[in-house]
């Protein structure tokens, strides 16, 4: 049976759920927000389905709840967050709240953050940004997932990049893409409803093709491009981990159980500001480049199918399983 909850009764159950389980009211209500949001643009590897291992990882101390992030402004236009073993997400929220201010004094403005965790679903954090009109950037490195090309040992994670860009008008243009060839959050999601994935998406720990959910989380994830999307995977542990001075994929504990440390990934943030390079037509030619691929019959822009979900959910509110239901039923 499915319970139906509004975006915001969602957003109080939840938050209530995670301060009880440790977390103080401020990072309880950035992970509500996070995970409703995701859950909303039918984005559900990235939603309601981790409550029970974030959960987890709380209560086993994976994640310190208690914890502010602490913030360093290094240089004019670059912070270092460090997220100090806690939830992703307050540290997320401070970088989208200072990087705007410090990318119109500078033109551009980057935030690492250390010592992170899953940061979900990275393109609602650089919409944010967009909804500003600043153009912006994510990188994420995640728990060791993809092997090297050639390699047959997981040493990069799925290791997300997103993007987004203002329209005029509009909501922002997004793209968020993991470097497998589906995000690992699926495979989890259909794990957690006992269904198989499709053929192509991952690997056993023999190096097999699998269909099996269970097999696939112990294997290798199939990288997006095969040897291209490898080197892109490396490409973001140099960006979201080696300039946080945090931990690489293969150093990481899984976002998936309770088991071991704190996982200590990173993340990099980037907004750029238009305006700042000189001339006063990024609107128009953003413009011109949406209409050239609107005006193709079954052309669209990234994120049109996620606008629509989150639409409907507004409406409608969001269908809530037994078996989370029961979490925020208490």
Same mark, same amino acid.
């Given at each position: 049976?499915?319970? =139906?909850?509004?975006?915001?009764?969602?957003?109080?159950?939840?938050?209530? =759920?995670? !301060?009880?389980?440790? +977390?103080?009211?401020?990072?309880?209500?950035?992970?509500?927000?996070? %995970?409703?949001?995701?859950?909303?643009?039918?984005?559900?590897?990235?939603?309601?389905? /981790?409550?029970?291992?974030?959960?987890? @990882? *709380?209560?086993?101390?994976?994640?310190?709840?208690?914890?502010?992030?602490?913030?360093?402004?290094?240089?004019?236009?670059?912070?270092?967050?460090?997220?100090?073993?806690?939830?992703?997400?307050?540290?997320?929220?401070?970088?989208?709240?200072?990087?705007?201010?410090?990318?119109?004094?500078?033109?551009?403005?980057?935030?690492?953050?250390?010592?992170?965790?899953?940061?979900?679903?990275? &393109?609602?954090? !650089?919409?944010?940004?967009?909804?500003?009109?600043?153009?912006?950037?994510?990188?994420?490195?995640?728990?060791?997932?993809? +092997?090297?090309?050639?390699? #047959? /040992?997981?040493?990069?994670?799925?290791?997300?990049?997103?993007?987004?860009?203002?329209?005029?008008?509009?909501?922002?243009?997004?793209?968020?893409?993991? *470097?497998?060839? !589906?995000?690992?959050?699926?495979?989890?999601?259909?794990?957690?409803?006992?269904?198989?994935?499709?053929?192509?998406?991952?690997?056993?720990?023999?190096?097999?093709? #699998?269909?099996? +959910?269970?097999?696939?989380?112990?294997? #290798? @994830?199939?990288?997006?491009?095969?040897?291209?999307?490898?080197?892109?995977?490396?490409?973001?542990?140099?960006?979201?981990?080696?300039?946080?001075?945090?931990?690489?994929?293969?150093?990481?504990?899984?976002?998936?159980?309770?088991?071991?440390?704190?996982?200590?990934?990173?993340?990099?943030?980037?907004?750029?500001?238009?305006?700042?390079?000189?001339?006063?037509?990024?609107?128009?030619? @953003?413009? =011109?480049?949406?209409?050239?691929?609107?005006?193709?019959?079954?052309?669209?822009?990234?994120? @049109? /199918?996620? %606008?629509?979900?989150?639409?409907?959910?507004?409406?409608? &509110? *969001?269908?809530?399983?037994?078996?989370?239901?029961?979490?925020?039923?208490?």
């Amino acid at each position: 049976m499915a319970h =139906v909850l509004s975006i915001a009764e969602a957003q109080a159950r939840i938050a209530s =759920v995670f !301060v009880k389980g440790g +977390a103080r009211a401020e990072a309880a209500r950035s992970v509500s927000r996070a %995970l409703v949001g995701a859950e909303a643009d039918g984005l559900k590897g990235h939603g309601l389905s /981790r409550i029970p291992t974030y959960l987890a @990882m *709380l209560k086993s101390g994976k994640i310190d709840g208690r914890v502010e992030p602490k913030v360093t402004q290094s240089r004019p236009g670059v912070l270092a967050i460090d997220a100090a073993c806690g939830f992703a997400y307050p540290a997320i929220d401070i970088a989208i709240e200072r990087l705007p201010v410090l990318a119109k004094q500078q033109g551009i403005a980057a935030a690492t953050i250390s010592r992170s965790n899953h940061a979900g679903a990275c &393109g609602r954090h !650089v919409e944010r940004l967009a909804e500003q009109g600043l153009v912006a950037l994510f990188f994420a490195n995640t728990p060791e997932a993809i +092997a090297p090309w050639g390699g #047959t /040992r997981a040493v990069f994670g799925t290791n997300p990049i997103a993007f987004a860009a203002p329209l005029e008008g509009r909501t922002p243009i997004v793209i968020d893409l993991a *470097l497998s060839k !589906v995000a690992r959050g699926n495979i989890v999601a259909a794990k957690q409803k006992r269904e198989p994935i499709p053929e192509g998406w991952a690997l056993d720990k023999d190096g097999r093709p #699998t269909t099996d +959910a269970d097999a696939a989380l112990a294997g #290798t @994830m199939i990288a997006l491009g095969d040897a291209k999307g490898a080197a892109l995977a490396l490409m973001v542990e140099v960006l979201s981990a080696a300039l946080a001075g945090t931990h690489f994929a293969f150093e990481a504990s899984s976002f998936l159980d309770d088991k071991g440390g704190p996982p200590q990934t990173g993340q990099l943030i980037i907004a750029i500001d238009p305006a700042g390079f000189g001339h006063g037509g990024f609107d128009e030619r @953003m413009q =011109v480049l949406a209409r050239a691929i609107e005006s193709q019959a079954d052309a669209r822009l990234p994120g @049109m /199918r996620r %606008l629509a979900l989150r639409e409907k959910a507004q409406r409608d &509110g *969001l269908s809530v399983p037994d078996e989370i239901w029961n979490l925020l039923d208490r």
